[in-house]
């Protein structure tokens, strides 16, 4: 996973979700569900070959508001988004995160 903490940086993960899906994972280091997300989003990370972009929601929340702005999805977190040419094409939050379930979703 690669840690993003500018909106320069999120440009270029949108840029990037023009050739590829990515996926940004929005992780709160301190929630016990959301760090229960982070082991499957890790798991995930390991074996894919899509990007993967983590916001940590309480230590860059500038940030994370405007990503839930710029993606017109509402702000919850843990939350995890596929993107595709700049538009989300799926999102979870909470228990929904699974390895299985980002796979699925990235793959279709």
Known sequence: MQLITSESEFDQAMEQSSQTPVVVFKHST???ISAAAYRQMESFAETASTPVYL?????????????????????????????????VTW???HYDITTK???EAVNV
Do not use: D, F, W, Y
């Open 55 to 87: 916001v940590r929601v309480i230590e860059e929340r500038p940030l994370s508001n405007a990503i839930a702005e710029r993606l017109l999805v509402r702000h919850q977190s843990p939350q995890v988004m596929v993107v595709k040419s700049g538009g």
């Open 30 to 32: 301190q929630c016990p």
């Open 101 to 103: 379930a980002v796979t």
């Open 91 to 93: 999102q979870a939050s």
